[in-house]
């Protein structure tokens, strides 16, 4: 069973620039959950994905945005990079959207400079 | 807005030594309660979790946590830690009937035990 994964490991932007992020779920996991944590603090909840559309959304500006795929691998694009977007960028995905358990990937740092 | 507050940012220990972690969170709702541990190198995982019922829960590697539903504290506890328990330590609430992937994190205790 292959757990969840994620790509690129690292990435360094410039700030006004646009980056999207991969995700492929654990296999038989249909629901995808985005999550930024910031250096030092908890993950923050961005948006969940589940056949392929947005089914719940955080905090966060339209600029930020998904994809979800029928083989349930998923997308997290941020446009307009600023600064602040700067952090661990992780990926969890649900064998359902009703199930309470998450499966993280390592996560992407995303250094914008 | 919910929010999950972690007292404690670093812990550090002697091997053998009794761990309590503290977590409080505010909402007044139904929550469901989580601990998940980062080991160095690795992913987040599941340490234990609440839903209902009885509010002393057990979870891997001789972890526990109490729910107390008066003081909204969801403690993290081992009676005697090892080396291998150094790691990260989040706490996560989510409120009952949302969608389930919209948890809210504390910012984590991060814990050092030494050999």
């Known amino acids: 069973e292959t757990g969840v994964t994620q790509s690129p490991t690292h990435l360094i932007k410039t700030r006004g620039q646009q980056v999207t992020l991969r995700c492929s779920s654990q296999s038989g996991h249909n629901t995808v959950s985005w999550y930024q944590q910031a250096l030092g603090q908890g993950p923050q909840f961005i948006f969940q994905y589940y056949r392929e559309e947005e089914n719940g959304r955080g905090n966060f500006p339209p600029r930020f945005s998904g994809l979800q795929f029928p083989n349930y691998s998923s997308e997290l694009n941020v446009n307009a990079l600023e600064l602040d977007d700067s952090a661990l960028y992780l990926c969890a995905s649900r064998i359902s959207v009703n199930s309470y358990e998450q499966y993280f990937g390592p996560g992407t740092r995303l250094t914008v400079t | 807005a919910q929010s999950v507050s972690q007292h404690n940012h670093h812990v550090i220990l002697s091997e053998a030594a009794s761990l309590e972690l503290g977590c409080n969170y505010s909402y007044g709702g139904t929550v469901n309660l989580f601990w998940y541990v980062q080991y160095p190198g690795q992913h987040l995982q599941l340490l234990l979790k609440y839903f209902s019922g009885d509010p002393l829960v057990k979870g891997i590697k001789g972890f526990e946590a109490e729910f107390i539903k008066s003081k909204f504290s969801f403690n993290l506890r081992k009676p005697s830690v090892q080396w291998s328990d150094t790691a990260e330590y989040f706490c996560?609430?989510?409120?009952?009937?949302?969608?389930?992937?919209?948890?809210?994190f504390g910012d984590g205790t991060t814990l050092t035990v030494k050999p």
């Open positions: 996560a609430v989510l409120l009952v009937g949302t969608n389930a992937g919209k948890s809210t």
